[in-house]
């Protein structure tokens, strides 16, 4: 079926992602997005000069996606507790495991790009997610001796491992229920009060 010409850019954005995430970014040609889509070759080349610009735009379209979340949570008036339970939302259904294979296909494909992914990450995500720590520790939700970074990185880390499709499925789990287990643990411990009291 082909796409009014107003939605063609975002039809091949979006079919672009699933078949870079499903097949690799080298194997799938512009040929193939565009029978699929019912539209011609040139029609795409005229919305993208390369297949490499419909990766940038793929990859920033969800960059941005994941800023605006993040920034939005940041500039709530809610506690530490309630941010850092709302950046485990977005970890759960922003993050998943096409997410995944389409930053690894950047990083194996065009590492320039993967650079200023890895950037926006470090600088912009991480960092936003670790001043909500420090921001907990000061007002007495989260304890001192516990480092932000090692806190996020370690979260993104154990959330990512789990977010595997054939672990979801053997477990049957949900993308949002892991990272929700998974903050549960982190925040919580696993020890009841009598285990603590052991």
Same mark, same amino acid.
């Given at each position: 079926?082909?796409?009014?010409?107003?939605?063609?850019?975002?039809? $091949?954005?979006? *079919?672009?992602?699933?078949?870079?995430?499903?097949?690799?970014?080298? %194997?799938?040609?512009?040929?193939?997005?565009?029978?699929?889509?019912?539209? &011609?070759?040139?029609?795409?080349?005229? @919305?993208? =000069?390369?297949?490499?610009?419909?990766?940038?735009?793929?990859?920033?379209?969800?960059?941005?996606?994941? +800023?605006?979340?993040?920034?939005?949570?940041? &500039?709530?008036?809610?506690?530490?507790?309630?941010? $850092?339970?709302?950046?485990?939302?977005?970890?759960? !259904?922003?993050?998943?495991?096409? #997410?995944?294979?389409?930053?690894?296909?950047?990083?194996?494909?065009? =590492?320039? @790009?993967? %650079?200023? $992914?890895?950037?926006?990450?470090?600088?912009? *995500?991480?960092?936003? #997610?670790?001043?909500?720590?420090?921001?907990?520790? /000061?007002?007495? #939700?989260?304890?001192?001796?516990?480092? =932000?970074?090692?806190?996020?990185?370690?979260? +993104?880390?154990?959330?990512?491992?789990?977010? /595997?499709?054939?672990?979801?499925? /053997?477990?049957? @789990?949900?993308?949002?229920?892991? =990272?929700?287990?998974?903050?549960?643990?982190? !925040?919580?411990?696993? *020890?009841?009060? %009598?285990?603590? /009291?052991?």
């Amino acid at each position: 079926m082909v796409p009014h010409p107003d939605n063609v850019r975002q039809a $091949v954005l979006e *079919l672009s992602y699933e078949k870079f995430a499903q097949h690799g970014f080298k %194997k799938v040609t512009i040929d193939e997005i565009a029978t699929e889509l019912g539209i &011609s070759k040139k029609t795409v080349y005229k @919305l993208f =000069p390369s297949k490499e610009e419909i990766l940038r735009e793929v990859v920033f379209n969800k960059m941005t996606t994941l +800023v605006e979340a993040f920034e939005k949570i940041q &500039s709530l008036k809610d506690s530490s507790v309630d941010k $850092v339970q709302a950046i485990s939302q977005i970890v759960g !259904t922003q993050i998943d495991e096409r #997410w995944q294979r389409i930053l690894i296909e950047v990083r194996l494909n065009a =590492p320039a @790009l993967f %650079k200023e $992914v890895d950037g926006i990450i470090q600088h912009r *995500l991480a960092l936003g #997610w670790q001043k909500i720590i420090i921001e907990g520790q /000061k007002n007495g #939700w989260i304890r001192k001796d516990i480092d =932000p970074v090692v806190f996020t990185t370690a979260y +993104v880390g154990v959330v990512r491992e789990l977010m /595997k499709s054939d672990f979801l499925t /053997k477990h049957a @789990l949900s993308e949002s229920e892991v =990272p929700k287990q998974v903050l549960k643990m982190f !925040t919580e411990g696993i *020890l009841t009060e %009598k285990g603590r /009291k052991r």
